[in-house]
T-cell receptor
Framework: AQSVTQLDSQVPVFEEAPVELRCNYS??????LFWYVQYPNQGLQLLLK??????LVESINGFEAEFNKSQTSFHLRKPSVHISDTAEYFC????????????FGIGTKLQVIP | DGGITQSPKYLFRKEGQNVTLSCEQNLNHDAMYWYRQDPGQGLRLIYYSQIVNDFQKGDIAEGYSVSREKKESFPLTVTSAQKNPTAFYLC?????????????FGDGTRLSIL
């Protein structure tokens, strides 16, 4: 069985400050890791993913996440947030099987304060 | 542009009534999913389908039913047996079996009780 823990349900941060959204996972098999973003009343959009290779992955809008196998973590970071980053962020883990069961965390609401 | 269309965006259900949520995709994806989203609980899997004319129960299938007669369509019926149907429902699709493929989401249907 696999599980995802997002340690913070809400994270307030001032505009232009750095932010880290924490995600830990557990799984007995090899996994793929994802971060999705959800704006109000919309579906989820893929932000970035880790499949293999370099443990640091980046998105086009300045977010990055680092896969740490020993700590079973996949924390999301941004060095300087904007108002437009206000949204809910979901960490997800997928197994490598054919069905690809995806388990989502409960989400972290990022509130950027002007 | 390819994507997933969910309709209606808002839906109201009367006591004892069945309602059907529509999900259509033109991404040529084989696998489709239905999730339920409640505040603070993340996404929970209701049903999934890997191929036409086949579907499987997810973690919270009781009170719901689905069909998959066409590759493009995966409607969800919320039956009167679902005693707490108020939630945000998300449909997703992906290409299974290729390892680490992200899920693409529609913009959701918000269901409320009258």
């Amino acid at each position: 069985a696999q599980s995802v823990t997002q340690l913070d349900s809400q994270v307030p941060v001032f505009e232009e400050a750095p932010v880290e959204l924490r995600c830990n996972y557990s799984s007995s098999v090899s996994v793929y890791l994802f971060w999705y973003v959800q704006y109000p009343n919309q579906g989820l959009q893929l932000l970035l993913k880790y499949l293999s290779g370099s443990t640091l992955v980046e998105s086009i809008n300045g977010f990055e996440a680092e896969f740490n196998k020993s700590q079973t973590s996949f924390h999301l970071r941004k060095p300087s947030v904007h108002i437009s980053d206000t949204a809910e962020y979901f960490c997800a883990v997928s197994d490598s099987g054919g069905y690809q069961k995806v388990t989502f965390g409960i989400g972290t609401k990022l509130q950027v304060i002007p | 542009d390819g994507g997933i269309t969910q309709s209606p965006k808002y839906l109201f259900r009367k006591e004892g009534q069945n309602v059907t949520l529509s999900c259509e995709q033109n991404l040529n994806h084989d696998a489709m999913y239905w999730y339920r989203q409640d505040p603070g609980q993340g996404l929970r899997l209701i049903y999934y389908s890997q191929i036409v004319n086949d579907f499987q129960k997810g973690d919270i299938a009781e009170g719901y039913s689905v069909s998959r007669e066409k590759k493009e369509s995966f409607p969800l019926t919320v039956t009167s047996a679902q005693k707490n149907p108020t939630a945000f429902y998300l449909c997703a699709s992906t290409t299974p079996g290729q390892g680490g493929q992200p899920q693409h989401f529609g913009d959701g249907t918000r269901l409320s009780i009258l």
